[in-house]
């Protein structure tokens, strides 16, 4: 069995290239998806078929809470949560939590949660979430964004290194130049984009992790 693959990334609206590649003399076979350190990669990097994947083992996840919901206390499911579902929706998250497949995801979220606080399955998860202390996906999200630009700091630009001109968006990172929407959508802009809506006095701790981590938590 041949381990190489060849993968042809492409927007939607370009048509595929019939491309071939050669090695050794032999053609490289073409695939829509493959399997990378367990995130499923397809042609247009929409995270769809990853998404996919990931709905019947956060299906299995919240049965089993179900099952066991009779017999353990709330703190007991808490945990159940963060070691069954938490683990399988956090992983990779930055790259497809804004896919708008990931809405799927979030319905499954807000079903355990509504399990565990043995809540109706019409009622508002807000105030549930919070309850539990519990991440919303979305918030999930965005926390994770922020914590790869702390650990990557270096990767990024401040205004401040752009020009000299004292202005109240120093702090703020440079935004590069991007028309390509899929581009857009990636960890590298989205995170610029979102950390630039931080409050200021949240962005003067980005340098010192430990307390911009305790500031981010503090305000969601």
């Given at each position: 069995m041949t381990k190489h693959i060849f993968l042809q990334f492409q927007t939607k609206a370009n048509k595929e290239n019939n491309t071939q590649i050669l090695y050794s003399n032999k053609i490289i076979a073409?695939?829509?998806?493959?399997?990378?350190?367990?995130l499923t990669l397809d042609t247009t990097l929409n995270w769809k078929h990853y998404i996919g994947e990931l709905i019947p083992r956060l299906n299995k996840a919240c049965h089993a809470i179900r099952s066991i919901k009779p017999f353990m206390l709330p703190n007991v499911l808490r945990s159940t949560y963060f070691l069954y579902a938490h683990s399988i929706m956090s992983y990779g998250l930055i790259f497809w939590g804004n896919s708008t497949d990931s809405d799927n995801i979030f319905k499954i979220q807000k079903r355990i949660i509504r399990i565990i606080t043995n809540s109706n399955k019409n009622a508002s998860c807000r105030e549930l979430f919070k309850n539990l202390n519990i991440l919303p996906l979305q918030s999930q999200y965005i926390y994770s964004i922020f914590l790869f630009i702390t650990k990557n700091k270096d990767q990024f630009s401040p205004n401040?290194?752009?020009?000299?001109?004292?202005?109240?968006?120093?702090?703020?990172?440079c935004v590069p130049a991007a028309n390509l929407t899929l581009y857009q959508k990636g960890v590298y802009y989205s995170g610029i984009k979102i950390f630039n809506h931080l409050p200021t006095t949240i962005k003067n701790l980005s340098d010192d992790k430990n307390k911009f981590q305790i500031a981010l938590k503090n305000s969601f």
């Open positions: 073409t695939t829509k998806s493959i399997k990378f350190l367990g401040s290194h752009m020009h000299t001109i004292n202005t109240r968006h120093n702090n703020n990172l």
